[in-house]
């Protein structure tokens, strides 16, 4: 077998056997096959797409890549939910409270954001102390104790797809539906939930850009899940905007604190409901929609969920002072206020450039050595389909940068204003279970 029979035959449209995807993976793993040649590789199977087998294939040869993780020592059926990455999602930091306080354990293993999009560990990273470098050990007796954990991914897991996925980010092969579900799913599948919802994003914001696409990636995730056995539901979710009205780490975890408080904003919350809900459903601690919203709400309800986000805090040793005092959050002293210039309805608030914008502000890593200005961010006031007044607020923006005439030039050019949408936007567009 030897690379350049592959990439040939990928290119000319065959299907590769099992032995040739892991010759392939397990070459550049190792430093035998160079990045010139897994580049080729990748852009035939971009070009020429992969089948549901070699999907499989690729999969299997990730996650056989590195270590798995064993978590069957933790009680009951636990869960985690994926996001294929937005801007302004912090529903990870809502959810998973509220579903450890249904008293199912919430284990996830999460990542640090790249370009526009946002990671879970460098929001938390606001709160300070908060430390997500902890041993298999202490996860498993955390989740046990607690109820809900969250820990960076090591780096004996899945290392091929960090390879991969390195590559693929400056290549130009990213969004193909094969490479997306088999990076997601073997780290999912590598570090043992029982049960996974995923929160496939669709719009501006997210590498799916149309519905189709979207359901075509959700599905292909579910039959990997299915084939690992883990049960794997999908909720089809808007990026045509951002989520909530937060972007950037600290203003994303105190909109989160928010939200655990009954105060948050209408699409985050009802996209916590409905991922809350099905996990709830593959936990087995409702039988019915209606029975696991109620409990959902009942933990905003009677407080449980922010009680449960203080113990993780306490837990991994962040200061817990941060989620009844907000002022001791970070937040860039840069303050610049973007107000409507006509009045009108939201048109459009591209989840991309806002994403990028925040980005540009100190908020997001251009590479992964960027230090974060975990204050920085983009506050909205309005979304789409709002009614704004001449000089009424429309956003504020955060940075302790001191030149940001372009991040406010661009933000006036995005933002489109006039008659009123014919359609109203959705935040749930579709669900598959
Ligand atoms: N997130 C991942 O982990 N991998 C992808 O390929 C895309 C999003």
Not at 43 to 51: E, P, Q, R, Y
Not at 107 to 117: I, W, Y
Not at 138 to 167: C, H, R, W
Not at 278 to 295: G, N, R, S, Y
Request: glycine share 8%.
């Amino acid at each position: 077998m030897n690379m350049y029979d592959i990439i040939e035959k990928k290119r000319d449209f065959h299907k590769l056997s099992k032995e040739e995807i892991e010759y392939v993976v397990n070459g550049y793993v190792d430093g035998s096959i160079p990045d010139y040649q897994v580049a080729a590789f990748l852009m035939a199977v971009f070009l020429n797409k992969f089948d549901i087998d070699e999907t499989f294939y690729l999969t299997d040869a990730f996650i056989d890549s590195g270590h798995t993780i064993d978590l069957s020592e933790i009680k009951g059926i636990k869960v985690d939910k994926h996001s294929t990455g937005g801007v302004g999602d912090k529903t990870t930091l809502v959810l998973g409270p509220m579903v450890a306080a249904c008293g199912v354990p919430f284990v996830k293993m999460s990542g640090r954001g790249l370009g526009h999009t946002g990671g879970t560990l460098d929001k938390l990273e606001s709160i300070k102390g908060f430390d997500f470098e902890i041993s298999i050990e202490e996860f498993i007796k955390n989740a046990n104790e607690i109820g809900m954990v969250i820990a960076s991914q090591t780096g004996d897991v899945t290392p091929a797809d960090k390879k991969f996925y390195a590559l693929r980010d400056t290549t130009a092969t990213v969004d193909n539906l094969s490479l997306i579900s088999s990076s997601i799913m073997s780290k999912k599948l590598a570090t043992g939930a029982d049960g996974i919802v995923l929160d496939v994003k669709v719009g501006s914001g997210a590498f799916m850009k149309n519905i189709e696409d979207a359901e075509e990636l959700s599905h292909l995730m579910i039959k990997l899940g299915e084939k690992y056995n883990r049960e794997t539901m999908a909720v089809i979710s808007n990026m045509e905007q951002p989520l909530g009205l937060a972007v950037g780490n600290s203003l994303e975890v105190i909109e989160a604190i928010e939200t655990l408080r009954g105060n948050g904003p209408e699409d985050l919350v009802e996209l916590c409901y409905r991922i809350g809900t099905k996990l709830l459903l593959i936990a087995k601690v409702a039988k019915t929609d209606e029975e696991a919203h109620k409990m959902l709400e009942e933990t905003i309800s009677s407080g449980s969920a922010l009680e449960k986000l203080k113990e993780v805090v306490v837990e991994q040793k962040g200061d817990v002072r941060y989620i009844d005092d907000y002022t001791l959050f970070p937040i860039s002293k840069n303050v610049h206020e973007i107000k409507a210039k006509e009045s009108g309805y939201i048109k459009s608030l591209n989840a991309l450039a806002i994403g990028k914008i925040s980005q540009s502000l100190g908020a997001g890593r251009e590479t992964m050595e960027t230090e974060l200005d975990l204050g920085a961010g983009v506050l909205l006031n309005k979304k789409i389909d709002d009614y704004v007044e001449k000089g009424e607020l429309i956003a504020t923006l955060y940075t302790n940068k001191e030149d940001v005439n372009e991040a406010i030039e661009h933000f006036y050019e995005i933002v489109e204003i006039g008659e009123k949408n014919p359609v109203p936007q959705k935040i749930v567009l579709k669900e598959i279970d």
